[in-house]
């Protein structure tokens, strides 16, 4: 491992030409909500706790490991309809709605493991900016850590994935990244640092500014410590 100031200095060296943003854990804190939706679910169903869940992780792909095949998609639908309704604990966490100021939306795009419905309720709940392009559960046979949903957001943008960043919170999702051929950036907000395999770990997207610097065709975005706040860098793994 290199210094914390050497990891974000790895990534201050690429021009990306897009940013593709995991949505729960890295731009909300849906925690609260998600958890209170499983352990209804599990209490409905008689089950003494709730199964453990994996951030990021497609709700599909951990029923999946609780309940025969026939009874998934029921399972489903009842857990989507009790985290639909749980919208009261979501927070927008720091740096996420200045993130999203700062990139031409054609250039950005929210990768999330969540379902059609049960994204639009957070993005209203929340009041988050949102790009056109958003890419769901539905859209992707498989989900993270699949590469799949990384991989489909950069093709619909036009993007090499490797002229990609992706911002996640989960080891699920940067694995994801990982497999797509995408930098990634990491947030401490829902692991510690030394569970994020990632180009560079920050606290939130407050510690660090996305910048579009002028220039010929598409104009590079960088990424930048934000001034004042470069001593929470960790350094990410090599």
Known sequence: ??????????????????????????????????LAAWATWAQARGLAA??????????????????SAEE???????????????????????????????L???????????TPPLVRARLAATGLPSPPLVITADDVP???????PYLLAAQRLGVDPSACLVVEDAPAGLAAARAAGCRSLAVTTSHPASELDADAVVST???????VLPGGGPAPIRV???????????????
Do not use: N, W, Y
Not at 50 to 67: C, D, E, I, W
Not at 142 to 148: L, S, T
């Open 205 to 211: 997207l407050a510690d660090v500014d996305l910048v």
């Open 1 to 34: 491992m290199g210094s914390a100031r050497h990891s974000l200095q790895a990534l201050e060296q690429v021009a990306f030409e897009a940013v593709l943003f995991d949505l729960d854990g890295t731009l909300i804190d849906s925690t609260d909500a998600v």
């Open 50 to 67: 709730p199964p453990t869940v994996a951030h990021g992780v497609p709700a599909r792909q951990m029923l999946a490991t609780v309940v």
């Open 72 to 102: 998934i998609e029921p399972a489903f639908r009842m857990l989507e309809a009790l985290e639909v309704a749980e919208l009261d604990s979501l927070v927008v966490l720091p740096g996420a709605v200045e993130a999203l100021r700062a």
């Open 142 to 148: 498989i989900g993270k850590p699949h590469p799949a």
């Open 224 to 238: 930048r410590a934000a001034l004042g706040r470069g001593g929470t860098i960790r350094c990410g793994p090599a």
């Open 104 to 114: 031409p939306p054609e250039r950005v795009a929210i990768v999330t493991s969540g």
